[in-house]
């Protein structure tokens, strides 16, 4: 099972827990809790849905609903020998309805990042807009990275190809939950600013899987990818479209 089959499979879990002893879905959750990212990713899924859930419980229930419906189905009735037409619309509506429905949800439901991706677009906005400074400031992105080593801040362990050829502006480091995060900025030759951040993990020596393909997520102006490898985590963040990020990945 990859990541991606496990996610399918995990979007269809129910808040309440009552798929939790199905082997499927137990596979599924196993797989999950060796990636950090799916990790997260299923534990904010299930609370989104059991949000929505609740929301629509506490949706009232017309009082006059039963009757409301018998009226519809006295005034609905057809000839008899017309039934047999009216239950195959009736069932290629249904059907219609439901791709339909399907459809939307996933159209519409919005992209969600983690905790920790939303805290570091706040640290990348605030370096932007020039409101926080660099740790340290170097156009030489060996020298940021020997700083954040020498500061025991999470490197990467192999810059993406295209990054390492880019011209660097600084290095930040911050932490999220006590998980402690950097950030390198680097200067795109469009003259737009690209950004890497990574963040370590505790991931055992044998659960170390090779590197994940990268999930792209839009919020608002940024456009970001993540993946993993090893016991690193990282997120290329652009101001622009998804599109321009593939050409800076691994």
Same mark, same amino acid.
């Given at each position: 099972m990859d990541n991606r089959e496990a996610e399918f499979i995990l979007s269809a879990y129910r808040p309440g827990g009552q798929d939790a002893n199905d082997p499927r879905f137990s596979e599924a959750i196993e797989h999950a809790r060796r990636d950090p990212i799916l990790q997260r990713w299923f534990g904010e899924s299930v609370a989104f849905d059991a949000g929505m859930t609740e929301k629509l419980c506490g949706v009232p229930v017309p009082g006059d609903l039963r009757e409301s419906i018998l009226a519809g189905a006295?005034? #609905?009735r057809v000839p008899r020998w017309k039934k047999p037409f009216r239950k195959w619309a009736i069932?290629?509506?249904?059907?219609? %309805?439901?791709?339909?429905? %399907?459809? =939307?949800w996933y159209n519409v439901r919005p992209a969600r990042l983690a905790g920790w991706?939303?805290?570091?677009?706040? @640290? =990348?906005? #605030?370096? @932007?807009r020039q409101e926080s400074r660099?740790?340290? *400031? #170097?156009?030489?992105v060996g020298e940021l990275l020997a700083w954040l080593r020498a500061n025991n801040a999470p490197t990467a362990q192999k810059l993406p190809?295209? +990054? !390492?050829?880019? %011209?660097? +502006?600084?290095?930040?480091?911050? %932490? $999220?939950?006590g998980i402690p995060l950097s950030v390198i900025c680097f200067m795109r030759p469009d003259g737009g600013l690209i950004h890497l951040v990574t963040m370590n993990v505790p991931v055992p020596a044998p !659960? /170390?899987?090779? /590197?994940?393909?990268?999930?792209? @997520? *839009? /919020?608002g102006d940024w456009?970001?990818?993540? $993946? #993993? *490898?090893?016991?690193? @985590?990282?997120?290329l963040v652009l101001e622009g479209s998804p599109d321009q990020l593939p050409s800076y990945l691994l």
């Open positions: 006295k005034v #609905s069932a290629a509506v249904v059907v219609l %309805s439901a791709t339909l429905g %399907s459809l =939307i991706q939303n805290e570091a677009l706040g @640290v =990348i906005a #605030s370096l @932007v660099f740790d340290a *400031q #170097s156009h030489d190809d295209n +990054l !390492d050829k880019l %011209s660097t +502006l600084g290095c930040k480091t911050f %932490s $999220w939950n !659960d /170390r899987a090779p /590197r994940q393909l990268a999930k792209f @997520v *839009q /919020r456009a970001t990818a993540t $993946w #993993s *490898q090893g016991d690193r @985590v990282y997120m």
